[in-house]
């Protein structure tokens, strides 16, 4: 194994065999037939939908019988994200892990810790890794990251447990008892285009933070398309005869953009470009420090320049949508309540295409986001897509599995965890919508930077999760 003196070595081993097999987002069948001849070779009863979900259920063992069954759940998908100067192919290419000062990493790309943390818990445990426990059901879902997919199709009626771990979450010392809802939505704008004498220039904003559009939409980090707008809107105040030629970035509409590009025909050169670039750096938090603009003159497009009109629309949205943070709670003013992320921007040659994504615990709020998206929309002359629409899942002052879990909590390390409801989306907002009597917590180790190369798990902190699982899946 690559990480030696992990204290639970089958855990481990696991999850190094899983970052050999690609998992992308819609690309799960090769984990899930891992998962199948996993079963399959220990005798173990095994069910594959046609998304590729997989649920397999174990016995209780000897001495548990009377305890009552467990559901743990995770996603098996992973966020694609890498740096831009890495060469990796996601669909083909194993992940390149190492460690570095206690924390497992993935060499310039996305560790997929996110959710590869629970599959890798859960195949331990199946293969005997603890003592005893009681019956067990072991679901691992596809495209959670991509609009919760696959838990969406899954037949719930094949869930007989009504205790859910899910382990899909990042902090050791936090139980998560709550979570957003969210929507998808796609902004698209026609565009017309015409010849224009103008030299071309192309501007490329790097070195961005990023993260997760939900969980670190808090933290006051920058969205490269909100940044690339102001600095368009700027340079066409300055010069009402610049033509966008096209507007792009982001690949991922649970991801907080770290890059974009533009290319932009302009008479008047790009001199004023790089003193906007300054303002905005001065207005940046300490994580985008490696915030950088490159511009450069651009050889002749396939694309024409768009019309005025064109250009004054996209730059206008790119500008003047709402993005980030948009109202806190009322009740727990720490927690976010309301958000809004522009992820991803693409230009074709009729058209630019805008990707959001909406998170609150009130449906009402997502229903003002698709509101306000439609106005935009009405208002440019284009269009909207609303979908991959999700619930939320409320908080419950009684759960008999949160009080399992933490007196094993409190047994390994003398203190309670705390109680947190998240500004994202997890899949045991599905879970509760199709069975309400399910009681459902969700646990995990610390893990930074989610769905952006920097990702990483700490080793110490998922040894201790991983004991307090064990302590109270064994108690008897």
Not at 64 to 71: A, G, Q, T
Not at 229 to 254: C, F, H, Q, T
Request: hydrophobic residues 40%.
């Amino acid at each position: 194994m690559l990480v030696e003196g992990f204290a639970y070595p089958k855990v481990m081993r696991y999850f190094e065999e899983i970052s050999a097999i690609p998992r992308g987002s819609y690309h799960e069948e090769r984990i899930a037939s891992y998962l199948e001849e996993f079963a399959r070779a220990r005798g173990l009863a095994c069910y594959r939908d046609e998304l590729g979900n997989v649920l397999i259920n174990c016995d209780a063992a000897e001495g548990y019988e009377d305890k009552e069954p467990i559901l743990m759940q995770g996603h098996t998908d992973m966020v694609c994200e890498k740096n831009e100067d890495v060469i990796h192919d996601f669909l083909k290419d194993p992940l390149e892990l190492y460690v570095e000062e206690g924390w497992l990493r993935a060499r310039g790309t996305t560790l997929g810790a996110d959710n590869g943390v629970a599959v890798a818990v859960m195949l331990a445990i199946l293969d005997g890794a603890l003592a005893g426990h009681p019956a067990l059901q072991c679901l691992f879902t596809v495209s959670e990251e991509v609009g919760l997919d696959g838990i969406k199709a899954f037949d719930l009626n094949r869930i007989y447990a009504r205790k859910m771990l899910n382990m899909d979450s990042a902090d050791e010392n936090l139980i998560v008892v709550g979570c957003a809802g969210g929507m998808r939505s796609e902004l698209t704008l026609p565009v017309r285009r015409e010849p224009c004498a103008a030299p071309l220039w192309n501007l490329r904003l790097t070195g961005l933070a990023g993260g997760h559009s939900g969980e670190d939409i808090h933290r006051g980090r920058a969205n490269a398309h909100k940044l690339m707008g102001r600095i368009l809107y700027d340079w066409m105040a300055r010069e009402p005869g610049l033509r966008l030629v096209s507007l792009r970035g982001g690949n991922k509409d649970n991801a907080i953009p770290r890059e974009a590009e533009a290319c932009v025909a302009a008479l008047g050169g790009a001199d004023g470009v790089a003193a906007m670039a300054e303002v905005l750096r001065g207005e940046l938090c300490p994580e985008d420090g490696a915030f950088a603009l490159e511009v450069s003159e651009a050889e002749p497009s396939e694309l024409l320049p768009m019309d005025a009109e064109s250009t004054q629309r996209v730059i206008f949205l790119a500008q003047t949508v709402t993005n980030g943070v948009i109202s806190m709670c009322q009740d727990l003013p720490e927690l976010v309540e309301f958000s809004r992320n522009m992820a991803v921007v693409k230009t074709e040659e009729e058209q630019v295409r805008v990707i959001f994504s909406s998170r609150s615990a009130k449906d009402s709020q997502i229903d003002r986001s698709a509101a306000e998206l439609d106005a935009y929309a009405a208002l440019l002359g284009g269009s909207t897509r609303h979908y991959n629409r999700y619930p939320g899942w409320s908080f419950e002052k009684e759960s008999e599995l949160r009080e399992e879990y933490t007196a094993a909590y409190r047994k390994r390390f003398g203190r309670e965890p705390g109680l947190e409801i998240i500004h994202a989306g997890l899949e045991c907002g599905i879970v509760k919508e199709g069975i309400p009597d399910m009681d459902i917590l969700s646990c995990g180790p610390v893990i930074t930077d989610l769905h952006s190369p920097n990702e990483a798990v700490h080793l110490g902190s998922w040894e201790r999760f991983f004991s307090v699982i064990k302590e109270m899946l064994e108690a008897k």
